[in-house]
């Protein structure tokens, strides 16, 4: 009663009393390491999410892991950025109950961000994109091979079954539970293709079995897409790059969310834009025509 009474006195008296500004929220942000990659998504990251709330930047490589969980810790994270496998590991394994976004983290399914308080930005750009490629590269190209792992990839590839039927094309595909099995599934499906599709599959995708994936396809004909610049540059017919720093800022989107109230999990996994690599002596070689219309946009947002 008393209470009541004086806040009205105060209202007649024209007095209001400033309402007591609530802490802002901190995002803790967990770089693996000082690379060019990491480094452009956080620039991506901070050019959007500049006054949004206030962040915390760690270098898990120079704070070492045995250190990392306290740093971060301390400063009470409303919520996790991490960039690269290593952070986004141990954020997740950390602190599990701290909403966590992640970013550039190859096979994100394998380390276990997924279910509840994660979410994040695939580190390939989205399947759509590279079936669009295949279908503007030749009107030819109606079954398109992939081999991978499951326990990695198979979000990814049940994307591509998906994208690839939306453009007529069938996705052939082959299960890897290692390394050692690439060759053979490659053998049992290469006469059965018309291109291959080159995902970030750690099991798959090592100096060995680039190898023989590339001379193999290159031997039949078989145009390769991959997802770097280097492995175009190693000999690919054609990739979509990830643009790290749009992958920063779809990453930042997905924070201004989650402080704003939104559940992690509630939020899809996103896609960053791709950057398009051409190879024209490995086309010249192969004897295929590049359409002018790739040829122009090559290096550029695709």
């Excluded at 994100?108 to 997924?114: N, Y």
């Excluded at 279910?115 to 079936?131: D, I, L, Q, R």
């Excluded at 834009?273 to 070689?285: F, H, P, T, V, Y």
Aim: glycine share 8%; hydrophobic share 45%.
């Amino acid at each position: 009663m008393m209470a009541r009474a004086l806040a009205s006195w105060l209202v007649l008296a024209g007095i209001t009393l400033a309402a007591v500004p609530a802490r802002a929220a901190t995002v803790a942000v967990i770089k693996s390491k000082d690379v060019s990659q990491y480094n452009q998504t956080l620039d991506g990251f901070k050019a959007r999410f500049a006054g949004k709330a206030e962040v915390k930047e760690f270098n898990l490589d120079a704070v070492g892991e045995s250190a990392i969980a306290a740093e971060v810790g301390a400063v009470n994270p409303a919520a996790i950025f991490a960039i690269g496998p290593a952070a986004a590991k141990i954020a997740r394994t950390s602190f599990p109950n701290v909403p966590l976004v992640y970013a550039v983290v190859p096979n994100p399914e394998g380390i276990g961000l997924k279910g509840a308080n994660v979410t994040g930005v695939a580190m390939s750009v989205h399947p759509k994109k590279h079936f669009a490629l295949f279908r503007a590269l030749a009107g030819s190209v109606k079954r398109v091979g992939v081999i991978y792992n499951p326990q990695k990839s198979q979000d990814y590839v049940d994307e591509g079954v998906k994208a690839a039927e939306k453009e007529g094309i069938t996705l052939v595909s082959k299960k890897a539970a290692g390394e050692q099995d690439v060759p053979n599934l490659l053998r049992e499906m290469i006469d059965q293709i018309d291109a291959f599709w080159l995902i970030p599959d750690s099991t798959v995708v090592s100096r060995n079995s680039y190898k023989f994936i590339l001379q193999n396809t290159l031997e039949k004909g078989i145009p390769l897409l991959v997802f770097s610049s280097e492995l175009v540059k190693a000999g690919a017919l054609l990739g979509l790059s990830p643009d790290f720093g749009d992958a920063g800022d779809k990453a930042a989107q997905m924070l201004e969310k989650i402080v704003s109230g939104t559940k992690a999990d509630s939020i899809p996994v996103s896609y960053p834009d791709g950057r398009l690599e051409l190879n024209e002596q490995i086309a010249e070689k192969m004897r295929i025509k590049l359409p002018g219309d790739l040829l122009g946009r090559r290096g550029k947002i695709y």
